[in-house]
């Protein structure tokens, strides 16, 4: 990787994200619909996972180009878990200054992306000696390298997706169960399904290359990690569709778009694992394709956004998802960034 495209490939989460926060401001504060209420504040929150994701292609980069140090080391994940706070902290905040639906949904929805920043930076954190992999590829053994990961510190970073990803899904079953109270824990709930979903899929990510690190990723991970990360995409879109064929209120049923963007930005993730997990001492010829992925998802995403724009000039309740699915657009155009980082360190070219 020469240093332009080093360089370009750090400025497209940064420009994402920047993206995320100029729109959700816009969104904010132009005009007076209480749905930009919840839209703006949502859309901005999800720069926060640009942020995070920018800490994690930094940390790869410096690696592949050799200008990773030891302030780069603990200041790029540190700037990722820094995003977390600040963002489940904006979210909790919004929870309290006001009890109005949509501060209570945006609330509960801007500390769920918290979540899934946390595991970002998780992964920025597993990502702080990649180039390990590459080495322990080419080996036939699967002892541990000196350089790597203790045991302790492998499983202390798996376990810290872990648990952010069940805190995820008590959150999101605990709002659904007072669905029937109020339309709030209805919508609140379902979306908080999609981000737990992303959540697990970070649990794969992170357990992929700290196990790739530690030499000990077994044959059966190969198989078992792709396949999780697809289920938990599937759920989300086959869920979403469900709320759209399925629930009367077509107000609440808009929220399963939100569902299947949640669901592509799953696949946008898969591309990591699967690229990871095929060439783990294997060749695998479609390598070099895998970051088609996320630009598929992503124009998914935005096609979706554009159709929901024009349904909302007749129905309202299309405005929220809509603009969702626009940030959303821009996390998978993120995540190109890091797949298109992850093959060009792991390339045998």
């Not at 998780?122 to 699967?142: E, G, L, P």
């Not at 979306?191 to 790739?212: D, E, F, K, P, Y």
Request: hydrophobic fraction near 50%; glycine fraction near 10%; include cysteine.
């Amino acid at each position: 990787m020469n240093y332009g495209i080093s360089v370009l490939f750090r400025a497209i989460p940064l420009l994402m994200g920047l993206f995320c926060f100029g729109y959700g401001l816009f969104i904010t504060s132009y005009g007076t619909d209480p749905n930009r209420f919840l839209a703006g504040p949502v859309v901005f929150s999800l720069g926060m996972i640009c942020i995070a994701l920018f800490s994690t292609a930094a940390t790869i980069i410096r690696q592949i180009i050799g200008t990773f140090g030891t302030v780069s080391k603990y200041v790029l994940p540190g700037v990722g878990y820094l995003s977390a706070a600040l963002t489940i902290i904006g979210g909790i905040r919004l929870l309290h200054v006001s009890t109005d639906t949509a501060s209570f949904v945006a609330g509960h929805v801007i500390c769920g992306v918290g979540l899934i920043t946390a595991c970002v930076a998780t992964t920025a954190t597993s990502s702080t000696r990649f180039t390990m992999i590459t080495v322990n590829a080419r080996r036939n053994d699967h002892e541990p390298p000196p350089k790597a990961f203790t045991r302790t510190q492998g499983l202390t970073l798996i376990s810290i997706a872990l648990i952010i990803s069940v805190v995820a899904w008590v959150w999101a079953f605990v709002l659904l169960a007072k669905s029937g109270l109020h339309p709030k824990y209805f919508v609140a709930g379902h979306v908080m399904i999609g981000l737990a979903s992303i959540c697990t899929c970070l649990i794969t990510l992170v357990a992929t290359i700290a196990r790739q690190i530690r030499n000990i990723f077994s044959a059966s991970e190969r198989k078992i990690w792709p396949v999780l990360v697809l289920i938990m995409g599937s759920l989300c879109v086959i869920w979403g569709l469900i709320l759209i064929l399925g629930t009367a209120d077509r107000g609440l049923a808009s929220t399963g778009y939100i569902m299947i963007g949640l669901g592509l930005v799953c696949y946008s993730i898969s591309s990591k694992v699967i690229l990871l997990s095929k060439i783990w001492r294997h060749e695998f010829k479609l390598s070099n394709r895998i970051p088609l992925i996320p630009i598929f998802t992503a124009l998914g995403c935005l096609f979706l956004a554009a159709f929901l724009f024009e349904m909302g000039t007749v129905h309202g309740y299309y405005f929220v998802p809509a603009r969702v699915l626009a940030g959303l657009g821009g996390i998978c155009f993120t995540l190109f960034s890091i797949v298109s980082i992850l093959e060009s360190g792991t390339s045998s070219k």
